[in-house]
């Protein structure tokens, strides 16, 4: 699932690729992805024509500006969510297509950036006013990658869940997915049901050291790495022991996901 380090990679796919470039052509083979109440042929006439101003993110979400600098975030922009399984990918010259490709835009090099989404969660959004942006944004936390020890402690004490729950809550902070918020709790040896509030500042500040550790890794991967000495590296594997301890690691549903922790490391 395409978390704040998958989006910051599919940012510079798009930032390095299509920025300033003419799109010529607009196939939306699937209309399911967008949101409801915008049509394929709307959505096509406002982005054909256009050249994408700098992609900005904020959390899982990707911001592409369409329009001049005359607006603040430069409408109509389109703001692109991934869901579960979706991604961004650039291809030059005559690529096949792939049955999970929903919208392709092609440039004026002649290559194309596709949105390609095995499920479709209707993640593509347009804002043709910045007031729409600026409501996406006011529903999301601060940026993960970005936000401060302090701000993160205070948001955190203000929420009544666990500590897993309200770190996955984009209310709270914005980008954090499953991967991440299990490996930044087991660096910070922080059990993923304790209360967020009773959370000593001691903690909260481990929890946030480890969090900017993940995400800086996992960001130059463009993805959370299944690296050795990561929790990572092996939760996915058959007899799971703890990289650090070697003890068993638990698995349950916690906050309706997954969760893989140390039962030693980890202390409820
Ligand atoms: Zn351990």
Same mark, same amino acid.
């Given at each position: 699932?395409?978390?704040?380090?998958?989006?910051?990679?599919?940012?510079r796919?798009?930032?390095?690729?299509?920025?300033?470039?003419?799109?010529?052509?607009?196939?939306?083979? @699937?209309?399911?992805?967008l949101?409801?109440?915008?049509?394929?042929d709307?959505?096509?006439?406002?982005?054909?024509?256009?050249?994408?101003?700098?992609?900005?993110? $904020?959390g899982?979400?990707?911001l592409?500006?369409?329009g001049?600098? *005359?607006?603040?975030?430069?409408?109509?922009?389109?703001?692109? $969510?991934?869901? =579960?399984?979706?991604?961004?990918?650039?291809?030059?010259? $005559?690529? @096949?297509?792939?049955?999970?490709?929903?919208?392709?835009?092609?440039?004026?090099?002649?290559? !194309?950036?596709?949105y390609?989404?095995m499920?479709?969660?209707t993640?593509?959004?347009?804002?043709?006013?910045?007031?729409?942006?600026?409501?996406?944004?006011?529903?999301?936390?601060p @940026?993960?990658?970005?936000?401060?020890?302090?701000?993160?402690?205070a948001?955190?004490?203000? /929420?009544? *869940?666990?500590?897993k729950?309200?770190?996955?809550?984009?209310?709270?902070?914005?980008?954090?997915g499953?991967?991440?918020?299990?490996?930044?709790?087991?660096?910070?040896? /922080?059990?993923?049901?304790r209360?967020?509030?009773?959370?000593?500042?001691?903690?909260?500040?481990?929890? $946030?050291r480890? =969090?900017?550790?993940?995400?800086?890794?996992s960001?130059?991967?463009?993805r959370?790495?299944?690296?050795?000495?990561w929790?990572?590296?092996?939760r996915? !594997?058959?007899?799971?022991?703890?990289?650090r301890?070697?003890?068993?690691?638990?698995?349950?549903?916690?906050?309706?996901?997954?969760?893989?922790?140390?039962?030693?490391?980890?202390?409820?």
């Open positions: 699932m395409p978390e704040l380090p998958d989006v910051e990679g599919f940012r796919l798009v930032a390095a690729n299509a920025t300033g470039r003419r799109i010529d052509s607009v196939v939306v083979a @699937d209309s399911g992805v949101e409801p109440g915008l049509d394929a709307r959505f096509a006439r406002a982005v054909r024509g256009r050249r994408p101003g700098p992609a900005l993110r $904020h899982k979400w990707l592409l500006p369409l001049d600098s *005359s607006s603040a975030h430069g409408v109509p922009c389109l703001l692109v $969510h991934f869901g =579960m399984t979706g991604g961004f990918v650039w291809c030059t010259g $005559h690529a @096949d297509g792939h049955r999970h490709d929903r919208i392709l835009l092609g440039f004026e090099s002649g290559s !194309e950036l596709r390609r989404d499920r479709k969660l993640g593509v959004r347009m804002a043709e006013a910045d007031s729409e942006v600026d409501e996406l944004l006011n529903a999301l936390g @940026d993960a990658a970005e936000v401060s020890a302090a701000e993160f402690a948001r955190l004490r203000g /929420t009544g *869940s666990g500590i729950a309200a770190l996955l809550d984009q209310s709270v902070v914005a980008g954090l499953n991967l991440c918020v299990d490996e930044a709790l087991w660096r910070a040896r /922080t059990h993923p049901r209360k967020s509030r009773e959370l000593t500042a001691t903690e909260l500040g481990e929890l $946030h480890a =969090m900017g550790s993940v995400l800086r890794s960001v130059r991967e463009g959370v790495p299944e690296r050795r000495g929790l990572n590296g092996i996915n !594997e058959r007899s799971r022991r703890c990289p301890c070697s003890a068993v690691l638990c698995r349950a549903a916690t906050a309706g996901r997954t969760t893989v922790w140390c039962p030693s490391c980890q202390p409820e």
